[in-house]
């Protein structure tokens, strides 16, 4: 099970190695929550909630985080959104104008821009039919310098996540970094594969507060892999990349994890009422299977049916341009009342 060929020292970038962290004031002096004076940041002395500096390591954040996901808090790190951890990963891991990453279109538009920034070459290969990972065609693409595979399980757009076979495939075959973002994991029916980052040592899984857990505002994204790996990402963020007002805000929510799940429940039964509803409607012509919280749709006419629902107020997302994805709508499910919305204005379209 276990690839006993991956070795972190060959795949981190080599001045990234050797770097030793900025140490802030926070980092050298923790507080045990006894009462000190603080001195030693610049702060503004007058107390207003935020006037001082935000835990560099968000611990109590984290200390929940681990006791929710069942993962110890060294196999964690917090970044302002999974782009900040996504692009901490392409600045350890890429050399710029040498190594290469894999992604698989239709997906997630991030990967490619971090890469064109970070001057990483990005090499796709489409998935197949059923919108699965051609795992073949994969691995006959890595070479020396391909440090990472991003794998988007449930994939966005397609809403579909990939088999566990062919993630399997992928982490057993590879030597570089597997990338699994989770995004949409807590929409999805199948496990996630956080409790495999003991086994595979190249696993890294990214999860996001901006879907599920409704706080797409306040920029927390996650990062959850071996200690070494966390340990080289830790070197290069920001030091204050979380600010204080994400962690309470966070916190509060993980701690009333009910209500997330709450509203899950709520979304998948609207997601299944609205496929019902969508798949009556005649220039429907393919609903594809969702694991997220929204649909992929093919219709008689993307740009005209996209037009004809922004001028009813109606904001969805078009696909079309993506590959395999040719006259597609995204549908985010929304409340029951904007559903309903949205199908009434459907039917009317449709006469
Ligand atoms: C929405 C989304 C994210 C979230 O990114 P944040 O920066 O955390 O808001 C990440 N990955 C995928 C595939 C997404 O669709």
Not at 15 to 31: F, H, I
Not at 60 to 71: H, I, P
Not at 145 to 168: A, D, H, M, Q, R
Not at 223 to 238: G, V
């Amino acid at each position: 099970m276990e690839n006993i060929k991956f070795d972190i020292k060959q795949i981190v970038r080599p001045n990234v190695l050797g770097l030793s962290p900025y140490s802030s004031a926070r980092d050298e002096y923790v507080s045990d929550g006894s009462t000190m004076i603080f001195l030693d940041a610049n702060e503004n002395p007058f107390e207003n909630g935020v006037n001082r500096y935000p835990d560099p390591q968000q611990r109590s954040l984290k200390a929940e985080l681990a006791k929710l996901k069942g993962v110890s808090e060294t196999n964690i790190l917090l970044g302002n959104g999974s782009d900040e951890v996504l692009d901490l990963i392409f600045r350890a891991f890429c050399e710029p104008s040498v190594d290469n990453i894999i992604t698989l279109p239709p997906t997630y538009g991030m990967y490619k821009v971090l890469a064109d920034i970070n001057t990483i070459d990005n090499r796709k290969v489409l998935l197949q039919t059923g919108f699965q990972p051609d795992v073949t065609k994969i691995l006959e693409t890595v070479d020396e310098y391909t440090k990472v595979i991003f794998l988007c399980s449930p994939n966005n757009p397609t809403g579909n996540s990939f088999s566990e076979e062919s993630i399997i495939s992928i982490l057993e075959d590879f030597n570089g970094l597997v990338v699994i973002d989770e995004a949409y994991i807590d929409f999805s029916s199948k496990n996630s594969w956080l409790q495999k980052i003991e086994y595979y040592p190249n696993l890294v899984i990214t999860q996001t507060l901006s879907k599920a857990y409704g706080l797409a505002g306040i920029r927390l994204g996650l990062c959850y892999a071996s200690e070494e790996i966390i340990n080289i990402l830790n070197k290069i963020k920001p030091p204050y990349n979380v600010n204080e007002l994400t962690q309470q805000r966070a916190l509060e929510r993980v701690i009333n994890y009910d209500k997330v799940t709450f509203e899950v429940s709520k979304i998948l039964k609207e997601r299944e009422a609205l496929i019902k509803a969508l798949s009556k409607i005649s220039f429907v012509e393919k609903i594809y299977e969702s694991d997220a919280n929204f649909v992929l749709v093919k219709i008689d006419d993307a740009n005209k049916r996209y037009q004809q629902l922004l001028e009813l107020g109606i904001v969805v997302r078009n696909r079309s341009t993506q590959p395999l994805c040719k006259n597609t709508l995204r549908f985010t499910v929304g409340t029951e009342e904007e559903n309903h919305k949205l199908i009434d204005e459907m039917i009317k379209i449709d006469n």
